[in-house]
DNA sequence: AATGCGTGGAC
DNA sequence: TGTCCAAGCAT
């Protein structure tokens, strides 16, 4: 790309800057390597509008790194309920832990890249908003305009001419620059070429089928799946359970109950559920038993919120709430 | 290297 | 409605 380009890219970024909770105004000093780190992993497969106000809580909550080290992983884990893929969090704890331990950030993308919960978009991304080392995140966004500029059918050489398109100083700038074109302008389905500042020099733009570009994933079949969860409840408390580690919805807050199958469960219910995870749709049905089960605690019902339980079980435990309502009328 | 891992908004 | 997809990472 031209250097004319890149120009035209970062003005465009500092006409069409959106301000952030995470990020600096161009040409002001960066944000602190937390915040950067903070919202880059809430940002994960995640969108700006979800993550928003999580990100404030969490600041709030947890102002530096420090105290978040120092807080209970139930603490943290109550706090992501909602946000989805709860890796992020176990993450997010143990490599708050390891950077208080050392001190603070390491300001290179190697050293970050080692760090719990940090792969290859999150250390460039670090390295470049926060420290201003020459790295280019490479996200969705920049896989896309990259390809598209292009005209790239192989995503294996995006890194190359994304590094290749980085012009001297202002790394951060022109990270979130390619970023925000990519999801305001660069869209994957209606794609804005007549207001780009790229278009001038975009293959996929002069061939006229930028949708083309990169090539689409093809699409996967979800299965359906089935299970059970118990509603036990006695004088205002609900019996909850904290799931294992590993796996779905690991190490969240949960209502109790047996493995999901694959065949349809039959049982007395007083509510059902469908919810739909990334790779397969889960019926839950929701059955009342008297007796606790296993290791959990006596959550009070008017402070279910505060439980920390994932969009499946809260949904689980609102319906089953209306279905006792309904049984009681 | 292919797969598992959540959720909600846009269309 | 269903389908796509989002500032990916770990294994």
Not at 83 to 99: D, F, P, Q, S, T
Not at 260 to 272: F, G, K, L, R, S
Not at 302 to 320: I, Q
Request: hydrophobic share 45%.
């Amino acid at each position: 790309m031209s250097a004319n380009a890149a120009s035209r890219l970062l003005q465009h970024y500092v006409d069409n800057f959106r301000r952030l909770p995470w990020r600096s105004p161009p040409g002001s000093p960066p944000p602190e390597p937390y915040r950067v780190w903070l919202s880059e992993v809430m940002l994960q497969q995640t969108t700006v509008a979800a993550v928003t106000p999580r990100f404030e809580r969490f600041l709030e909550r947890w102002p530096t790194i420090e105290a978040l080290a120092a807080a209970p992983e139930a603490d943290v884990m109550q706090e992501w309920a909602g946000l989805g893929y709860y890796a992020r969090a176990r993450n997010l704890i143990a490599c708050a832990r390891a950077v208080a331990a050392m001190g603070g950030f390491p300001a290179s993308e190697a050293e970050l890249r080692k760090l719990p919960g940090i792969g290859a978009y999150t250390s460039a991304a670090v390295a470049a908003i926060a420290f201003g080392e020459a790295e280019v995140p490479v996200d969705t966004n920049v896989e896309r305009v990259v390809a598209r500029l292009h005209a790239l059918t192989d995503k294996s050489a995006v890194p190359a001419f994304a590094k290749a398109m980085m012009p001297e100083g202002r790394p951060g700038d022109f990270a979130q620059a390619m970023m925000d074109l990519g999801a305001s302008i660069c869209r994957p389905r209606a794609p804005l070429c007549t207001q780009c500042p790229l278009a001038a020099d975009c293959r996929a733009f002069a061939l006229g089928t930028p949708e083309a570009f990169p090539t689409p994933k093809p699409k996967t079949i979800r299965p359906q799946r089935y299970g059970i969860a118990w509603w036990i409840e006695r004088d205002g408390l609900v019996w909850l359970v904290r799931r294992p580690a590993k796996g779905m919805l690991g190490g969240m807050a949960a209502l109790p109950g047996p493995d999901w199958q694959d065949e349809p469960v039959t049982a007395n219910a007083i509510a059902w559920v469908t919810h739909v995870f990334t790779h397969f749709a889960l019926d839950l049905t929701i059955v009342p038993v008297a007796e606790p089960c296993g290791e959990g605690w006596w959550q009070p019902i008017d402070r279910l919120s505060e439980a920390g339980l994932p969009t499946l079980y809260r949904r689980a435990a609102e319906a089953a709430l209306a279905g006792m309502t309904a049984l009681a009328a």
